[in-house]
């Protein structure tokens, strides 16, 4: 069984990160820190059944060094990519350094799209060989993953969960401890069984049944306002209470959104998270 689980969200804002270069809006000059927020992503951290040190990371925006230094990460032994948008991939670059103190290569996942644009815009890491120069690149070993087909890593299983970003099928994860036989374990540990849908507009029917029993939900609410590729807040919260998970965490915000003014309004069980929160 593993051990020491802690799940953090280590950004929560949207592409442009809280505070917005060039805005002087209440929310991008807010002193409250819970609205200052970096791209999303987030991270598990825990001990494998023989005790070794896990971390998992859930996306790699760009501002995952600055994340990781407030954080202390230290090592990363897998990436779930979602999607391939630039605020959820751009950190790649930096992960060579876990390499480094590891010396070992980094495993990403994603479905084919995602990994197929990865090594369009990491030629570099994906390619060495093509470099003018000798350089230190990260060192990644791509698998690929498809909705419904469920995995194991380090003794958690994990589904990806097909969702919609607009017209753009992306992956959300419902995460869980393991059995013996690859099924879930019973009694799950501390926020799981969890499920991280960022970056979501609608969920097809397909996904639906795996997203009930959930103890902790991660979902996306961007603004008040209609947008064609986020929940609003008003959608984010009927998928919630129609999903039903005894906590409900929401992330990727916009600087539409002040926290000491939104949260309180939010119905029971449901929180707007902030950068660093411990689930």
Known sequence: MIGDLE????????????????????????????DRRTRCGACLRF???????????????????????QLGLDRCDAILFTHSHVDHVFGLDDVRRYNAVQKSPIEILGDRGTLEELERMFRHVFRPHENVNVSFVASLLATEVRPGEAFERFGLRIEPLPLLHGRLPILGYRIEVA?????????????????????????PPEAWPRLTGLRTLVLDMLRPRQHPTH?????????????????????????????????????????????????
């Open 7 to 34: 799940v953090v969200l280590c950004g929560t804002g949207t592409s442009s990160g809280i505070p917005i270069i060039g805005c002087r809006c209440a929310v991008c000059t807010s002193e409250d820190w819970r």
């Open 47 to 69: 001990r494998d059944a023989e005790g070794h040190p896990r971390m998992i990371l859930l996306d790699c925006p760009p501002d995952h060094r600055e994340q990781a230094l």
């Open 179 to 203: 059995g013996d036989d690859g099924d879930p374990a019973g009694g799950q540990p501390g926020p799981f069984p969890l499920a991280y849908c960022t970056d979501v507009s609608a969920i």
């Open 231 to 279: 929940f609003t807040v008003d959608q984010a919260i009927e998928t919630a209470e129609r999903i039903g998970a005894s906590r409900t965490w929401f992330l990727h915000m916009s600087h539409e959104i002040r926290h000491a003014e939104v949260d309180p309004t939010l119905p029971p069980g449901m929180r707007l998270a902030w950068d660093g929160i411990r689930l």
